[in-house]
């Protein structure tokens, strides 16, 4: 029997079609766990990341874990959820001149590492080490926190 394959349920609030192939192949490669990806625009983000994170600006990707503390079999929970602006994935991909489809791969990887509990703003580079190695994998361009360094 092959490994389990993550469960990708995406709530697409925008007219972007995204490579839903390429994000299940993503999703598969680093858990099996349920996960749901909403594509909304930056008014929505922006909404979100008031409400949540007391900041009232667009941001290109939230990430909201799943809290777990009742129950036992933790790989039978969903690992959370991950919201992503499609006018950040439209305008960066337009600025780094790769593909929306790239674009949001690099987020969904970035807020998917979030769900697993990792976070570069207060790790040794655990983070940046892990999304280079799936970027790499999947023959993506430069990930978001290599970006963030070089700004």
């Known amino acids: ?30 858990t099996s766990r349920e996960i749901d990806l909403t594509l909304c625009y930056n008014n929505t983000i922006q909404q979100y990341n008031k409400e949540y994170r007391q900041k009232d600006k667009a941001t290109d990707v939230l990430s909201f874990p799943v809290e777990n503390d009742f129950i036992l079999d933790s790989n039978l929970m969903p690992l959370g959820s991950i919201v992503i602006s499609v006018d950040f994935v439209l305008q960066k991909a337009r600025e780094y001149k790769h593909s929306e489809a790239s674009e949001m791969a690099l987020l969904f990887i970035h807020g998917l590492l979030h769900l697993l509990g990792y ?28 970006r963030i360094e070089e700004n």
Do not use: C, W, Y
């Open 1 to 30: 029997m092959g490994k389990l394959k993550a469960m990708l349920n995406i709530e697409n609030m925008t007219n972007f079609i995204p490579n839903t192939q390429l994000l299940e192949d993503i999703a598969t490669r680093l």
């Open 119 to 146: 976070d570069h703003e207060t790790d040794a580079g655990e983070m940046r080490e892990k999304e280079a190695l799936i970027i790499k994998k999947f023959k993506l361009p430069k990930s978001l926190i290599v």
